[in-house]
């Protein structure tokens, strides 16, 4: 379109202007502007703080936070918390808190806040310490510096104490000071920095006592320290006191005295009396008793105290000696001695010893040869009669006046009475009695022509020299229980095997020889099986101690008699045995025995009890019968006779079995029954037991 005013004015020149349709292209989209305000942000942002706290007021917990003391200051320092009055708005999780308050100890601590709606968080402060101050008064509330003062024990110094620093709390305080009763009483330190002051008062220890003599200047003397003069009045600690009151001239004055804190007392007045004269008496020889006037008062030399101004009788007696009389008059402490000889009474008495050359000693004085007349107090006596390889006489001999006497003496060499001195017969702590044998040369074994000899029996001389002691019987169950209280010996067909008098059986080798230790060692004796962890390993044949008797001891006491005859059998050298002659497999026994004496009745179907039958000939019992017995030896072979003669033979040193000798109540035959009869084993059996012995002391 074209504006006309700017156009010349021509009209045939003039555009019609026609309307056209037009339609504007699609548009991709309306913008819609919208200018952002101060007050829009202001607005936001207020939104989000009210929905913030509405957030958070509505999610966090309420948490009061309860101190000791109630007023202590709380301060939140770490964790975001809002206080309302008393309590916190706080979510849950964990918050730094510091508490403090006047007189405490600030805290820095840490409270974790949970899930609970409202909570409570308690918290006490520690107190900080106190200052105590502490002073003590005497009589009269006068100051007593230097009195030691501990709290519980601990020493915190002395008198006057200023401003202690003392954590708070109960405590026990003590005083101590000389001559003042101690101070005990429990205290309560507040502490918070709190001033206290403490001013008990000591009580005095002591006591005035007053004392007072006639005549005056008598020294005070108080367990033995000397205090004073009297008259006087004194401090004397609590307690008891020998008071003496002594002044020249007169006799001391003694009792005891009890004095008690803060009891002054005044004692009596104390009349001396004139002190007694002093005597010294002696004699010659001493030892003679002294009365005085009538008066027993001990022997001489003796220091006596008399009244001042009196004639005293002095009698002097001692046995063998004429009786002496003094008279002694004393003046008030004057020291007199006097020496009284006493008159011998003597008579005459007889010697007569054996052997001639022996010496006579009277109370160890050498008086020459035994054999004289001698001539000897009326008084007891001490007479030794000595000669050297001879055990000396020693007698106490009081002679009479006026008698003939006379004494024999026999000296005997030690040798004899080392003889004289040895015990026949010995008895176990057990119960076992043992009788002394002195065994002599004999032949061991039996020889081929020997009917019932077997091949260990081989003939050989055997020597004992050693005397020993031998138990007449076999170890009971009761002796060996005494041992060993469980042990039981069992039973057979029937019939017990386990009485306290029967023999114990079911017993091992081993346990024969730890029973024997074990009597030792309850007699105080050295033992003589040597033990390790419960084993015998070895022995010690020098040993004085129980023991089992060896083979060649027990075949000799079986089957000699005292004239060194030697015998078959225990009983002699009949055979078959008579009757009641011992316990052996009789007629009662065929039903479970294959060997067994015929006709034979001893009255008992296994073990009797020990000593039921006769004993042989050297007074033994059950040496044949009964039950067999273990012997001390390691089993072993024996060669023939030769010019070799056995000791003391002790066994072979090593083996396995162990020597069994004797028969018992299972064998019936004249093979076992023969005192030459050797057996082995290593296991217990319920006819095997065993008996002591014991070599003779030096």
């Not at 007593?144 to 305080?173: C, H, K, M, S």
């Not at 402490?333 to 001639?356: C, F, G, K, W, Y």
């Not at 022996?358 to 009669?385: K, M």
């Not at 170890?475 to 005494?482: A, L, M, Y």
């Amino acid at each position: 379109m074209q504006d006309s005013r700017n156009t010349p004015d021509h009209d045939d020149d003039i555009d019609i202007i026609t309307p056209v349709d037009f339609t504007p292209p699609p548009a991709a989209g309306r913008r819609i502007g919208l200018r952002l305000r101060w007050y829009h942000v202001a607005l936001m942002v207020a939104l989000l703080i009210v929905a913030g706290a509405a957030w958070f007021v509505l999610t966090a917990r309420s948490v009061f936070i309860d101190t000791t003391p109630p007023m202590a200051s709380v301060e939140i320092t770490e964790g975001f918390a809002v206080r309302v009055g008393p309590r916190y708005l706080m979510l849950p999780g964990d918050y730094g808190v510091t508490l403090s308050a006047p007189g405490y100890h600030t805290s820095d601590t840490s409270v974790t806040v949970g899930e609970q709606q409202a909570q409570t968080h308690p918290f006490e402060l520690q107190p900080m310490h106190g200052f105590v101050s502490i002073s003590v008064s005497g009589e009269q509330q006068q100051p007593l510096p230097g009195a030691r003062v501990t709290l519980d024990g601990v020493d915190i110094g002395e008198t006057p104490l200023i401003n202690v620093e003392i954590e708070p709390g109960e405590y026990q305080l003590q005083i101590r000071m000389d001559r003042y009763l101690p101070y005990d009483q429990p205290i309560q330190v507040t502490g918070r920095l709190v001033e206290q002051s403490l001013t008990p008062t000591l009580d005095p220890a002591w006591a005035s006592i007053s004392f007072n003599t006639t005549p005056a200047g008598a020294d005070i003397i108080a367990n033995g320290e000397l205090l004073g003069v009297t008259p006087a009045t004194i401090d004397l600690l609590q307690g008891v006191y020998d008071v003496t009151l002594k002044r020249a001239g007169f006799k001391a004055w003694q009792d005891d005295l009890q004095v008690s804190p803060g009891e002054d007392v005044a004692l009596p007045d104390v009349a001396l009396e004139a002190a007694d004269g002093l005597v010294f008496i002696r004699s010659e020889p001493g030892n003679a008793n002294v009365t005085i006037n009538g008066e027993y008062r001990g022997q001489t030399p003796l220091e006596v105290s008399l009244p001042p101004g009196e004639t005293h009788e002095v009698r002097l007696f001692r046995t063998g000696f004429e009786t002496a009389v003094r008279r002694v008059t004393t003046s008030a402490e004057q020291e007199s001695d006097i020496t009284i000889a006493l008159e011998p009474v003597t008579s005459l008495v007889r010697i007569i010893a054996q052997p001639a050359d022996a010496e006579l000693y009277v109370d160890g004085e050498y008086r020459g040869s035994a054999n004289q007349t001698v001539e000897l107090l009326a008084a007891s006596q001490r007479i030794e009669i000595r000669k050297e390889g001879y055990v000396a006489y020693t007698s106490n001999f009081t002679s009479r006046p006026g008698l003939d006497q006379e004494i024999r003496v026999q000296l005997k060499t030690e040798e004899q009475a080392r003889l004289e001195s040895i015990e026949p017969v010995i008895t176990t702590v057990a119960g076992q009695t043992l009788d002394l044998h002195y065994p002599s040369r004999f032949t061991m074994g039996a020889s081929r022509r020997e009917p019932g000899r077997r091949a260990n029996e081989t003939l050989r001389d055997v020597i004992l020299e050693k005397p020993f002691y031998l138990s007449r019987n076999l170890v009971t169950n009761e002796q060996f229980k005494q041992f060993r209280p469980d042990h039981s010996s069992g039973v057979i067909q029937g019939q017990s095997l386990d009485l306290p008098r029967q023999p114990v059986v079911q017993v091992t080798w081993q346990d024969a020889a730890l029973y024997s230790n074990w009597l030792s060692e309850r007699e105080g004796l050295d033992p003589f099986y040597t033990v390790v962890d419960g084993q015998v390993t070895g022995f010690n044949p020098q040993s004085t101690g129980y023991r089992l008797p060896t083979e060649a001891e027990w075949e000799w006491a079986s089957r000699t008699d005292e004239q060194d005859n030697s015998f078959r059998f225990p009983w002699g050298d009949a055979w078959p045995p008579s009757e009641q002659i011992g316990n052996f497999a009789d007629e009662s026994t065929s039903a479970f025995l294959g060997q067994y004496l015929r006709g034979y009745n001893d009255s008992y179907l296994a073990s009797s009890n020990v000593g039921s039958f006769p004993a042989n000939a050297r007074g033994l019992y059950d040496m044949g019968g009964n039950v067999s017995e273990w012997m001390h030896d390691v089993y072993g072979a024996v060669s023939g006779l030769s010019s070799q003669v056995d000791v003391d033979p002790l066994g072979p040193e090593e083996g396995r079995y162990r020597t069994i000798k004797g028969s018992s109540w299972m064998h019936g035959s004249i093979v076992e029954l023969r005192a030459s009869y050797r057996d082995f084993g290593e296991q217990a059996r319920n006819d095997l037991g065993f008996r002591v012995a014991r070599y003779l002391g030096e």
